[in-house]
């Protein structure tokens, strides 16, 4: 079963517009943790922001937020004032395991295009 | 501070030929992990070392790939024998230790096609 599902293939924004990226996931532990990473065509990972589960405030990182909505199982990425260089892929990724043994377990990403 | 190496950056070879990729992660970190992405989809974890010690390798296909770590810095990812379904990039990344594996960093990745 699909613990990580984004449903955008791809979306298309037009540059200094806020755009967001959706992610919802399935989990039955009560302590988890949620990333957003970027991945641009060189294919390298970075890491764009993170959401613990029981943490009361969303998370925000510069012009990335993450909209966290627990009861609705929800952690989308927000990004503010969009810029061309923020064309990329983004996964959604959740933190699951036992201490000690966790992973992370990735969606199948958005391709963001910002158009000038 | 010197990011995660990996090498080499693309692979070419054929079905059932062998193939080895290198790691060297973040200078301190003790944890290390390898994914494989397969074009179009997101990375999945193959295995996860601590220090030398293998945490995960549940979803290694352990017929044909091995790792190993053996001095708990840089690790090799080894195919024998390739086969098409292998074509994807593998990533390497680390993390300072397990607790904080929220916070992983990664390589630039190998892109290997096997024809």
């Known amino acids: 079963a699909q613990k990580i599902t984004q449903t955008q293939p791809g979306m298309f924004v037009q540059e200094k517009e806020a755009v967001t990226l959706d992610c919802t996931y399935d989990t039955s532990d009560q302590s988890y943790g949620l990333f957003w990473y970027k991945q641009p065509s060189s294919g390298e990972m970075i890491f764009l922001i993170y959401?613990?589960?029981?943490?009361?405030q969303n998370a925000t990182e510069g012009r990335y937020s993450l909209n966290f909505q627990k009861a609705r199982k929800s952690a989308n990425l927000v990004i503010s004032a969009s810029q061309l260089g923020d064309s990329a892929m983004y996964f959604c990724?959740?933190?699951?395991?036992?201490?000690?043994?966790?992973?992370?377990?990735f969606g199948q990403g958005t391709r963001l295009t910002i158009n000038p | 501070e010197a990011g995660v190496a990996q090498s080499p950056r693309y692979k070419i070879i054929e079905k059932r030929q062998s193939v080895a990729f290198w790691c060297n992660p973040i200078?301190?970190?003790?944890?290390l992990y390898w994914y494989q992405q397969i074009l179009g989809q997101g990375p999945k974890l193959l295995i996860q070392?601590?220090?030398?010690?293998?945490?995960?390798d549940s979803q290694l296909p352990k017929d044909r790939f091995s790792a190993e770590r053996l001095k708990g810095v840089d690790s090799t990812l080894k195919i024998q024998p390739a086969k098409l379904e292998d074509s994807a990039v593998y990533l390497c990344a680390s993390s300072l230790d397990i607790v904080s594996a929220y916070e992983q960093y990664f390589g630039p990745g190998t892109r290997l096609t096997v024809t």
């Open positions: 070392f601590q220090n030398n010690g293998v945490v995960d």
């Open positions: 990724a959740m933190r699951e395991g036992i201490q000690g043994a966790q992973k992370l377990v």
């Open positions: 200078s301190g970190h003790a944890t």
């Open positions: 959401q613990g589960s029981y943490d009361e």
